[in-house]
């Protein structure tokens, strides 16, 4: 089992829909949880950034982490046909902060 | 520049070939990562540096697999004797932070494919 899973999709929505990704994980240690996006033939962009549980919002996206149930979201609103990418999240523990652990990715597909 | 920049994009490697990697990390930027990226998967570390050091190798597969950074700047990443296995798509990361996870800039990535 991978410390990381993350539902491969794809996940085809339309345009103006909201989008809700998830990761669960198995490390109780983690305490730095991001959200890249990756564009296909690119390298991954950070989106959100957080540590430890709670919400953050940063324009049309809001990640959430409940460490209790070991489970973290990213919700997409008023997504648009550019945000069709492939969605990463990604955590590290404490003392190997710099050592990023990844969930295998979620494709989105936004219609217009 | 305005980003990490890797070269070659693309590179064909006959199996037993030595290749080497390219990465040119933001100017000032003193920490630097190197991922490898399976087909369908997320990215895996391999190896991290702070300035020319190489404070952590332990995601590195094998003894084939070398990395360096002797001026604190410009990175690679060498892998003798190339194997099928080994092709994915390399990327290199770099952030002003020393240390503290996450907020890397990653570069597009180097995609070796071994034939």
């Known amino acids: 089992q991978k410390e990381v899973e993350q539902d491969p999709g794809p996940l085809s929505v339309p345009e103006g829909a909201i989008v809700s990704l998830n990761c669960t994980y198995s490390n109780s240690a983690f305490q730095y949880f991001m959200w890249y996006r990756q564009y296909s033939r690119k390298g991954p962009e950070l989106l959100m950034y957080?540590?430890?549980?709670g919400n953050k919002e940063d324009g049309r996206f809001t990640a959430q982490v409940d460490k209790s149930s070991k489970y973290i979201s990213l919700f997409i609103r008023d997504s648009q046909p550019s945000d069709s990418a492939t969605y990463l999240c990604a955590m590290s523990v404490g003392d190997s902060s710099y050592k990023l652990i990844f969930g295998s990715g979620t494709r989105l597909l936004v219609r217009p | 520049g305005a980003g990490v920049s890797q070269s070659p994009r693309y590179k064909v490697a006959k199996r037993g070939q030595d290749v080497a990697l390219r990465c040119d990390p933001i100017s000032g930027h003193v920490s630097l990562f190197w991922y490898q990226q399976a087909l369908g998967q997320g990215p895996e570390f391999l190896t991290y540096?702070?300035?020319?050091?190489?404070?952590?190798k332990s995601g590195l597969p094998s003894d084939r697999f070398f990395a360096e950074r002797p001026e604190g700047s410009v990175s690679t990443l060498k892998i003798q004797r190339t194997q099928q296995e080994d092709s994915a798509v390399y990327l290199c990361?770099?952030?002003?932070?020393?240390?503290?996870?996450?907020?890397?800039?990653f570069g597009s990535g180097t995609r070796l494919t071994v034939v």
């Open positions: 990361a770099s952030s002003f932070k020393t240390g503290r996870g996450g907020g890397y800039t």
């Open positions: 540096f702070q300035n020319e050091a190489q404070l952590d």
């Open positions: 957080t540590y430890s549980s």
